[in-house]
């Protein structure tokens, strides 16, 4: 069965959005309407009226997240409402069940729905002023601000937002998701911290360089470099400085669970052979370790030769060699398997003693 794709509609209500505003979210509706899409909104009039409007008028589906428990609240003609009986936690339910999101003006709960879909990476357009918001909020490759949108331009702005939900492939790691603490830091200065969407420069930087492409089938786009803003996604630090970032997945089942490295890379040429990559993930192993964890396989490509020698100095052992297994530049490569258990970990520490920073 084919899933019916669905908008969310964020805006102010009667009063909160001007009649400019209420008439490009009117079009808006029916542009989406004539696509296919369904319209979500919290159905409490001002821009959510409008767009349900424009959706209606060329037959197209809406649905009203009521914040209280009384179906009355929805407005005529809607096709279904939600009474969610959640107040403001509604905006969270409203983040997650649209394919992408359109943000109007509005007041300070258009201003929370902005921020959590900023947050969580959702596909955002928004349109208008925020006078709240910076444009640093919005330097994230998953939102585009369209300042001063006319009404003739709906069907730009609906292109805009389909282009947003095609490269902005959701990471399936959500809040809560990580499994081990941010804000580490060892002896010797080197730490990891959560990726924030303040990194997506560094994130240009790290995989649009050419040492970093030999061996990384990455390219550095928006809807890529969208899918390292989540929980496991840390940046390595020197002495607090962005220096690289180290991306982790785990197994669904949870009677395999175990740990994979998905990405380990220092930014700077300068800072590579410092190895500040081999503290970085010591300092990673330890805290899996020390958490629970039994096992962190990594599969760096057999000719990765600086990639294989970080490992094997945290204590990464070889346990055979994948044929095929990554795809790059329109060829396919073979990688190494290799793994970490907590005693491999000790028998590396002893025989290897941490290098100080500057003297690796």
């Known amino acids: 069965m084919t899933r019916r794709r669905a908008i969310a509609v964020l805006g102010g209500r009667p009063g909160n959005a001007g009649a400019d505003v209420l008439r490009l979210a009117e079009m808006i509706g029916k542009e989406l309407a004539q696509r296919g899409y369904g319209l979500i909104s919290g159905g409490e009039g001002g821009v959510a009226a409008a767009a349900n409007k424009g959706c209606q008028a060329v037959g197209g589906d809406t649905l009203a997240l009521l914040k209280w428990n009384r179906l009355a609240d929805a407005e005529d003609g809607t096709t279904w409402a939600l009474p969610t009986s959640m107040d403001l936690a509604r905006s969270n339910i409203l983040n997650w069940c649209g394919d992408g999101m359109i943000a109007f003006e509005g007041r300070y709960g258009t201003l929370t729905e902005i921020g959590l879909a900023l947050d969580t990476g959702r596909p955002l357009l928004v349109l208008g002023n925020h006078p709240f918001l910076t444009a640093e909020a919005f330097e ?16 730009e702005l609906v292109d805009l937002l389909e282009t947003l939900i095609a490269a902005g492939e959701q990471a399936s790691v959500r809040p809560g998701a990580a499994i081990v603490e941010d804000d580490q830091v060892d002896e010797s200065g080197i730490g990891l911290r959560r990726a924030i969407p ?7 930087r790290t995989f649009g360089d ?11 786009t928006d809807g890529v470099l969208s899918r390292f803003q989540h929980e496991r996604c840390l940046v390595m630090l020197e002495h607090d400085r962005p220096v690289g970032f180290l991306e982790y997945r785990t197994e669904a089942d949870p009677e395999f669970a175990h740990i ?3 990405a380990l890379a220092v930014s700077a040429s300068a800072d590579r052979g410092r190895e500040i990559g081999t503290r970085a993930l010591r300092l990673f192993a330890e805290s899996v370790f020390a958490g629970g964890g039994h096992r962190i396989a990594a599969a760096p490509n057999s ?8 490992l094997e100095k945290v204590g990464f052992r070889h346990v055979g060699r994948m044929r095929a297994h990554e795809r790059h530049l329109g060829g396919w490569r073979d990688a190494l398997l290799m793994d970490l258990v907590p005693s491999d970990l000790s028998d590396a520490s002893s025989k290897a003693p941490r290098t100080a920073v500057g003297h690796g």
Not at 210 to 220: I, N
């Open 303 to 310: 000719g990765n030769g600086a990639a294989v020698r970080c």
């Open 260 to 262: 994979q490295i998905a």
């Open 210 to 220: 050419a040492d970093v492409l030999a061996w990384r089938a990455l390219e550095p």
């Open 140 to 155: 994230a490759p998953t939102c585009r601000v369209v300042p001063n949108p006319r009404v003739e331009d709906a069907a």
């Open 198 to 204: 303040e990194d997506v420069e560094l994130f240009r």
